[in-house]
């Protein structure tokens, strides 16, 4: 399962009378490891991408680098580095060196 947001708080006026603070967390709950697809990104970019995943409570210690997507496993997440945004998605199928990965949402870099 995973879980997904952005850490903020808002102030929501409803017909300015009343207001609410709302708190959502952002996390990616996933189990084993969590695998990075470098596409061709700087190593500058690379590090800025594990920083953004430790803020969403990925332990660095559980990210794995790639350069092609080969080997991973089905039911893990696999996260793609664009130039401005990373593209999480849980690996659903590999058969025959295809993974289909349906896209779960992106973090802005």
Request: charged share 20%.
């Amino acid at each position: 399962m995973i879980l997904y947001g952005h850490r903020s708080v808002k102030t929501i006026n409803f017909c300015g009378r009343l207001s609410f603070l709302i708190t959502m967390i952002k996390r990616i709950d996933y189990s084993g490891k969590v695998y990075v697809y470098s596409s061709g990104m700087s190593e500058e970019v690379v590090k800025l991408t594990q920083e953004k995943l430790g803020e969403y409570s990925v332990n660095e210690k559980d990210i794995i680098i790639i350069d092609v997507p080969v080997g991973v496993p089905e039911g893990s997440i696999m996260i793609t580095i664009w130039p401005h945004y990373l593209s999480v998605a849980k690996v659903k199928r590999v058969r025959e060196g295809s993974i289909y990965a349906p896209h779960l949402f992106n973090i802005d870099l």
